[in-house]
């Protein structure tokens, strides 16, 4: 994080600003509460609220629904520093924030907007994105969740896994196949529906290896009733909304491995300069400043990244690719910065008073949320063929 840095150059003057708020925030307010929440397994609603107040929740959303109105790149930049400090909180922010208020930007109603964007942005609500089913993650376009017309209600039936902020949540998106076929993106709604909406219900948080201050559950719709106006968007096109946020969501993904992988460079520098092994500093050893080496370019070479694939995405270019290439590399660089983390503080590393345990834990998340590896590389793969591996 100084000026030596490739990636520095990618901000705009207030952007820097901006971090610098964020990250002193995080110092201040988030990081004497990491223990707590990690053992809590949920962020307190306090915190959300403060966050909102601060306008770090709404930074890219429109002013007039109580956002800052700023740039995509704010977004990643909170979501960087978020989960520099905790990457359980950066999950629940990824759903609240990245994914719920950017769809309800987006698509919904003016209703919608007031009822439940607001909230979100003033961290006095939580929310929920439910794709992922008991049979499988990857293959989101073949959900078992059905939704049938009756009248001016929709009737809903299915259960979903895995889903971020359930316990906690107020409304839940959720996706259902309204009509078509398995694997086709046509047909598939989008509906919201209210905590309290009769048929809903909520499993036992999962006890998980990962962040741990972000409570995930199942969520189980057994006739669930909701008013046609709480389809989100169109009927039959929730899939498209899923399919065209992804490689932006990947790029918010590269932005909090990011944070991970800075966060894991940070304990390790620090210990390597302070331990005596051998009556030498272990910074001095070079196969330990292998491991420093590496960890920082797996860090730089993410920044640089995401920086560079956030200004592609406001200009409203296609990334599919190079986001996937971003998602894969930088989760990859995260998981490898935390075991080299891990390695360098011996068996410190291994215990909870120092941050590199829950960084570790963490970091396995990414190669596994928000799309696998192996899809990643699916993609990349499916991207790099169809051009015929020619340079762009
Ligand atoms: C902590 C946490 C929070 C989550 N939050 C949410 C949430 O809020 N909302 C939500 O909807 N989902 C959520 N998920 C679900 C997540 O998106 C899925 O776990 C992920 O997409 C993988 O799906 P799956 O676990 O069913 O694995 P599967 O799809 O069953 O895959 C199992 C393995 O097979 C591999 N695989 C699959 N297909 C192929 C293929 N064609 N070729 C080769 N290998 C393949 C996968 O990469 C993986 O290694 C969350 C998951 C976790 C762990």
Redesign the pocket.
Known sequence: MTNDSAAHSLLEEEERDFQLVVRQFMEREVRPLVDEMERAGRPPQELLKKMGEQGILGCYAPEEYGGGGGSLMTRAIVAEETARVNAGLD?TLF?NIS?VTRHLIKRGTEEQKRRYLVPLIAGESSA??????P??????LSPRTTARKDGDHWVINGS???????PIADVFMV?ARTSGENRRARGGTCFLVERDTPGLSVGKP?D?L??RS?P?AEVFLENVRVHENQVLGEVDEGFYYMLEGLDLERVFEGASNTGIAQACLEVAVEYAQDREVFGERLASYQMIQDKIARIATGVEMSRVMFYHLIRTLERGENCTRAAAVLKLYSSEAAVEASREAVQILGGYGLMEEYPAARLYRDAK?HE????????QK?IIARETLKSGGKAK
Do not use: M, R, W
């Open positions: 999950a759903v994914l929920s994105i439910c794709l992922t089913e049979h499988g993650g990857s293959d989101a979903k896994t895995f889903i971020t902020n359930a996706f999962f998980k990962s962040l972000s995930t998340h596994i949320g928000a799309g696998t590896s192996e899809i699916i």
